[in-house]
């Protein structure tokens, strides 16, 4: 399996109650699926996976698996607090018939990770788990970030295939895609910086954009390889705004309000996310429009 | 319930196989029984809660109240990723004995706590635990501040009877301190700052330090009370070395390194946290010595 | 000269075109001289420095030594960017009746600062400077925290007399209080950590808040040093939000509003010091108001 | 003027004794003038503008523009910390023969600094410089981060014609770059993210790295105007430890030792900046050798 292209980190729907909504997941899937999409991860951090059950997580992604049918690759996120129910769920995501992992260093006590720990931890998990590893940086919700020289020495292992760096921190993936081995990739984590992680030898990225976005995203990265720059630039200035608020600036329920906008389903989150008020609502609405994107979009 | 005094955070000790070793417990716990304590937080972070299965912690906590007896207060950490988790184990500690459990503010979604959110996830606990709540705030570990102004609005609830607050940021706890109800207590969360948080209004501390010098820390508070600031002073100068080798310097790692060294049962961790090589546990054997407290302590 | 009892670090009254309002300087000195304090500071961060020329900052001082006659330490800040210009101000300082000098770690190459490098400029301005010299320690202002390992190395230096923190880090202090060398003084940074500060063994503060309530800071040492602790928690306790606003809250625009309001001269900041609204000056009165010690103070 | 291509950001030689290297100055621009570098920025943070005299910094301008002769536009820093020295710097780099000003934001009361404060620093200093205003956002330096929000702001004026920005945050450089007015121009501020600060839309780069590489930074950008992203990246990725040795890694020390290494003066720094060690010295020289573009500069 080889990271490539744009794969959409999938919330996780849930009826006002707080149960999951099976049937509007499979609405959405059937739209993502007839976009150029090319991955989906389950499980992420846009699916809510903290405030999933671990049955619940295994389900989702079984339920996902049933409806790609082995279109497009799946990856589940697994990370647990400990190394075992870790370990565990690799498992259960490889029962539910995922391609890969998304796993998170730990960071609990984060100011004992050192290289050693971090390499022994993630070489268990790819020594263990029956599908590849992905590793996963993601500092704004860590609070730990996964350095180019952490990756060096956890790399190595050849079940360990790729880094979703959520970082932004431009001139680490830089270096990660510099030193990266044969076979292990670098994807981007978020649409504010798609263009300039694939000028630095991105493969491609998983992108919260790209579950409202997938055309868009998927236009850049062409124009981008056909060395249409000035193009490519243009969709990524014009989503800047968009992307920030499904992201950083209101979180999943910034994303599912765009959900809710553009006719997928989107709905109301887990606690402790908060719901969005009706000005923010009405904010996220406004950027959608002002990306000019949509009218393009096959849902719309 | 009242917390007042000093309360040991006491470490999981754990076989070499990871195992816990629950003979070891006992000994231990038979020391701590013997000394000045005045109550033991069990499954904390010195407990290595991540690390523990949602039984284990459970476990951990019957085992321990079947020694106390009702002797001492017992708190059990129940931070789980999900807030039903963690209610469902405020439930497992109120069967287990415990007399309130200690619970973290999410943390994964940091930057969308909003006081709204905060408000209503532990309102929620508070509501469902049958055991009183004390906040946690753990910001070196979680990444995320429960400020003085989250707790004003957090605390109204009458189930919430205290905070322990290991953030080290002085004014932060005197502001808590001014600003606390009636009936809500303020814990200091770290031997570094015992004496200038008890100078500010605390009403005890739950220390890691305590673990191994119960009879200086208490010793340290009695002198406070007293009105000998002087001589409280030569005790918390004496003891900030060791301190910050057995939390931030070397973590628990360190903290069981020194419970070997002084005859109670330290034993290793579980991963992720890393052993401690053969120097730095020289320089832990070393601060202890320093201290010029052990000779008095009760297990030499 | 001794580090010892409460300064006031007067800020630099300005006429509202930016010059100098030397009689309103005398007249707020008038008023100081007849309070409780024991030590000025001129041309320190209240002062506004950065705002101030070389012959401003030296005649700042004179003016006040002129007036002080002796009866009180004066301490000049003098950092500027370079080393030179600084030794020269250090001269200028003394000419002008400075009794010691408070001068900043470099912080522009924060990076490169070493040990080493701190060791060298520090000793240089020691060797150069006709009077003492004061560490200044000023995290929030220069983005660089001279930590209690850097002043054991610099303050071997027998003309270098103590350290003004500001940091607010107590473990930090603590350390820097039992470290310190016979004849070194650690002295509070502000306000907000006065009694913790003396509780693990500061000699004194330079506070902003003194500028306004003499006093009860005053007060609140004797307590301290009585043994009074609970009486000294409570004036601590009820200048806290006071001393927000006019520190990190408002900055130097509330501390000149809360002069205004007390009768002494505060008047306008020079750029790019913001003005204050007058929402934020009637809550900066309000809070004047609440600490009900001002009735006691003298210029009421 | 307009801010395009390749500047370099020329450091001050001294001489042992502290006193500035003039002749070596001359060699030094001999050389960059032969080069394709299209500017250069005097007395900037490379520069060592803190540790030179007011009058030195006019001084170098005036020897640097005498031997450009207008070849090619030259920028001079001209920070103070007080708004009025830096207003009388701007007249004197004017004097000096600079084509546009660089200037910082006022960063020493960081807590207080708003948008109106800033628009109202830069659109005086704008108003009283007789020549262009560029904005210099340095984060690592300054503790203080200019956002987009407040270049927005700013930037209206038209004597602001551009920023440098080297804070890494390619999110915000790429909202720099859509959101800039007509005429204002966003330069990259390190060679660690030169391709892909080109790629979200920059204008050039002012790089330390220019200084050194001035045939492989301008080969780099001349590959991207063509589309030929993955030859520039090839460059980009090679030059990507070098680039760090020399700023953040070793800072100016780093760079000097290059400069030494390849027959230019780089020299000893003005304290507080460190001395290079041997050790060091010797990574800074096996860095420029694996970055295999130095034979085909011109002076080699």
């Not at 959405?28 to 405030?51: A, D, H, T």
């Amino acid at each position: 399996m080889e990271l490539k292209g744009i794969y959409a980190p999938i919330p996780t729907p849930f009826y006002p109650d707080g149960a999951i909504a099976w049937e509007a997941l499979d609405r959405n899937l059937e739209k993502w699926l007839s976009s150029p999409l090319q991955g989906l991860v389950v499980g992420g951090s846009n699916g809510e996976f903290p405030s999933l059950s671990f049955a619940e997580r295994a389900e989702l992604t079984a339920r996902v698996t049933s409806r790609t049918k082995g279109k497009l690759p799946v990856v589940m996120g697994v990370h647990c607090p400990s190394l075992s129910e870790t370990l565990e769920l690799c498992r259960a995501a490889s029962d539910a018939g995922a391609d890969a992992v998304l796993a998170l260093p730990p960071h609990y006590y984060k100011g004992q990770n050192t290289v050693e720990t971090l390499r022994t931890y993630f070489w268990k998990l790819a020594d263990g788990s029956p599908v590849p590893v992905v590793l996963y940086n993601m500092p704004a919700n860590t609070g730990f970030n996964l350095t180019a020289e952490h990756v060096r020495e956890i790399s190595t292992h050849p079940a360990i295939i790729g880094i979703k760096d959520t970082s932004g921190d431009i001139v680490q993936i830089s270096r990660l895609c510099f030193e990266a081995r044969e076979g292990f990739s670098v994807f981007v984590g978020s649409g504010g910086f798609f263009l300039p992680g694939l000028a630095v030898g991105c493969t491609g990225g998983t992108l919260a954009l790209a579950n409202l976005l997938p055309e868009a995203c998927s236009r850049l990265m062409s124009l981008f390889l056909e060395g249409r720059i000035d193009e490519a630039r243009k969709i990524q200035h014009r989503v800047l705004r968009l992307n920030h608020a499904v992201t950083k600036g209101y979180g999943i329920p910034g994303l599912k309000a765009a959900l809710d906008a553009i006719g997928l389903y989107g709905g109301p989150c887990r606690l402790p996310l908060p719901e969005l008020g009706p000005k923010n609502r009405q904010e996220v609405i406004q950027l959608l429009e002002e990306t000019n994107l949509l009218e393009k979009e096959v849902w719309r």
